[in-house]
């Protein structure tokens, strides 16, 4: 669009510069295996439709909680916490991301993230027109501390399991890092629920670190946007002071308790997909691709094309054949530590049966 002098040029400069954040395709028609978002490929428990479904025109009439009160409590229950006052709920964990930008980060405080990550930090920080502190993996993905420790941010944003390679941090390396790095830390386990180890132990032992994560993954929930930080109640305290008064509403507040109330549903849930995923890596480095150990609901894998050719140009024409097939994976092209990978989220088997299947065909196209 051709930028109008009398509206574009009133915004805050740093705000004309911006690049907003692109998110995965969500195509609106069906027949889609959609691979690219990290969906829950399974429907959310069956109590969480019945409690929508109670929700009476009355209440609908006034407005929520507007600290998500009763998700507040259910959380610390579930997470072991000293109280309600150690948790809070936000619409999604993005909102959450956005609002610890907005206590902590500015022009003078500035905000650090790993390459690669979740690439909403970035689009986060120039909002707050704040310099970004980056810091790089390596091909093995091993998680650097010192360098992280050194790295001078205020507030930094760590992904475990991380996003997209699904390698989680040790709990230890997060603890040594914790006792080290002066400023704050947010493990966003948005993807928490799938791995092996969590850093929630670590909140009562560390005030300055945070951890937030989604009901949008596990527990089948992306369209109601319901997301949490669990943190020491000083934090709480800060992010309640820059939040919408009502950020959360009725239906979701409803659905994140009805949600976290059924953990044996959810607990078979998680382990099918864990179970799907593994086999999935099994099958991928049959192949002989080149697959980070996964402990998220997703894979990241380098294709190999039929020629036995890896690079930027065999994983764009398999995720553009997979098009072809209606298959949505993600492509992540905007660093050599990604681009020659597609990330794959775990569907349900016969999704990914039906995936495998194409990827053959491809291999006796390409
Ligand atoms: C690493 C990471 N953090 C946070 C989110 C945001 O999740 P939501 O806003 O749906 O809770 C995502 C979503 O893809 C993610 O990949």
């Not at 400069?13 to 692109?22: C, E, G, N």
Request: hydrophobic share 40%.
């Amino acid at each position: 669009m051709k930028p109008n002098p009398s509206i574009s040029a009133r915004a805050l400069a740093h705000v004309q510069a911006l690049d907003s954040y692109v998110p995965g395709k969500q195509p609106q028609d069906t027949g889609w295996i959609k691979l690219n978002t990290n969906e829950n490929p399974y429907p959310p428990s069956p109590d969480v439709k019945k409690a929508i479904a109670l929700i009476s025109g009355d209440s609908m009439r006034k407005y929520p909680s507007p600290i998500s009160a009763g998700l507040r409590e259910k959380l610390a229950h579930h997470y072991g916490l000293p109280g309600p006052d150690w948790a809070f709920v936000g619409n999604g964990s993005d909102e959450i991301l956005n609002l610890l930008m907005r206590v902590f980060c500015d022009s003078e405080k500035s905000g650090g993230y790993m390459v690669p990550s979740y690439s909403l930090y970035p689009v986060l920080l120039s909002i707050q027109n704040s310099e970004p502190v980056k810091v790089r993996y390596d091909e093995s993905m091993v998680f650097p501390t010192d360098e992280v420790v050194n790295c001078g941010a205020n507030i930094f944003f760590l992904t475990s399991p991380n996003a997209p390679t699904g390698v989680a941090i040790p709990t230890d390396t997060i603890r040594d890092l914790a006792s080290r790095f002066p400023g704050i830390i947010v493990v966003d386990e948005a993807y928490g629920s799938f791995a092996d180890e969590d850093a929630i132990g670590l909140i009562q032992e560390f005030p300055s670190l945070c951890v937030t994560r989604t009901f949008s993954k596990s527990h089948s929930l992306a369209g109601m946007r319901i997301g949490c930080l669990m943190g020491n109640p000083e934090m709480i305290e800060l992010l309640d002071k820059v939040r919408d008064s009502y950020n959360v509403n009725l239906v979701s507040q409803v659905a994140g308790l009805a949600a976290i109330s059924d953990t044996s549903y959810y607990e078979g849930l998680i382990e099918d997909i864990k179970r799907t995923r593994d086999q999935y890596i099994r099958e991928c480095r049959a192949r002989g691709w080149f697959t980070y150990p996964s402990q998220a609901n997703y894979i990241f894998t380098k294709p190999v094309n039929g020629a036995g050719e890896i690079g930027v140009e065999v994983a764009k024409s398999l995720f553009d054949f997979l098009l072809t097939r209606k298959i949505l994976v993600r492509y992540f092209g905007s660093d050599t530590l990604t681009d020659s990978f597609l990330r794959i989220s775990v569907g349900s088997e016969n999704e990914m049966l039906i995936l495998s299947e194409a990827i053959d065909q491809w291999l006796k196209n390409a």
